[in-house]
T-cell receptor, first 114, second 112 residues
Framework: NAGVTQTPKFQVLKTGQSMTLQCAQD?????MSWYRQDPGMGLRLIHY???????DQGEVPNGYNVSRSTTEDFPLRLLSAAPSQTSVYFC?????????????FGDGTRLSIL | GESVGLHLPTLSVQEGDNSIINCAYS??????FIWYKQESGKGPQFIID?????DKRQGQRVTVLLNKTVKHLSLQIAATQPGDSAVYFC???????????FGTGTSLTVIP
């Protein structure tokens, strides 16, 4: 049972480069979200989706884009990486659209921007 | 955004003792609360949840208490074991939203 799978696990980028963080879930969950985790700041919501074709901004959306073309996949794109985006990124999913069910998290992507 | 805070950033307990981790929230409209455990190098893992129409909920060795009057949430771990060493987060969601708000976390260390 794979759950939420994130790739890659580690990535180093140079300032200005672009990349896509992949997230896939096999639980047929409607709700998916991306968080970033920085030391001493907990998890902050970047973007979320309540279903295929629907996305919305969270607390810290600047510098990130998302799309939700299928129920299973929710990629996060950095168009022009900046050192401030160095962080650990977590993808999560849950069955309930209204976020009133526990979220299942992937094991994260550790991203460093030089 | 909502303020979900933890009173203590670190907590050390002896193996076998009970642990209590606290969390404060600021919005009385919050409807749903979750406790997560995060081990090093892993994503947060669901421990237990509670809805605002409840004051207490028990799981296996864990109990969550909700005091809506003072907007306070606590996680109690009975007979703490070395495997309980991790960072613990509380999270809340609002009745009208699709977002969870997380606290900054408490690092629990169990001393053998």
């Amino acid at each position: 049972n794979a759950g939420v799978t994130q790739t890659p696990k580690f990535q180093v980028l140079k300032t200005g480069q672009s990349m896509t963080l992949q997230c896939a879930q096999d639980m047929n969950h409607e709700y998916m979200s991306w968080y970033r985790q920085d030391p001493g700041m907990g998890l902050r919501l970047i973007h979320y989706s309540v279903g295929a074709g629907i996305t919305d901004q969270g607390e810290v959306p600047n510098g990130y884009n998302v799309s939700r073309s299928t129920t299973e996949d929710f990629p996060l794109r950095l168009l022009s990486a900046a050192p401030s985006q160095t962080s650990v990124y977590f993808c999560a999913s849950s069955y309930d659209r209204q976020g009133t069910q526990p979220q299942h998290f992937g094991d994260g992507t550790r991203l460093s921007i030089l | 955004g909502e303020s979900v805070g933890l009173h203590l950033p670190t907590l050390s307990v002896q193996e076998g003792d009970n642990s209590i981790i606290n969390c404060a929230y600021s919005n009385s409209a919050s409807d749903y609360f979750i406790w997560y455990k995060q081990e090093s190098g892993k994503g947060p893992q669901f421990i237990i949840d509670i809805r605002s129409n409840m004051d207490k909920r028990q799981g296996q060795r864990v109990t969550v208490l909700l005091n809506k009057t003072v907007k306070h949430l606590s996680l109690q771990i009975a007979a703490t074991q070395p495997g309980d060493s991790a960072v613990y987060f509380c999270a809340e969601s609002l009745l009208t939203g699709n977002q969870f708000y997380f606290g900054t976390g408490t690092s629990l260390t169990v001393i053998p």
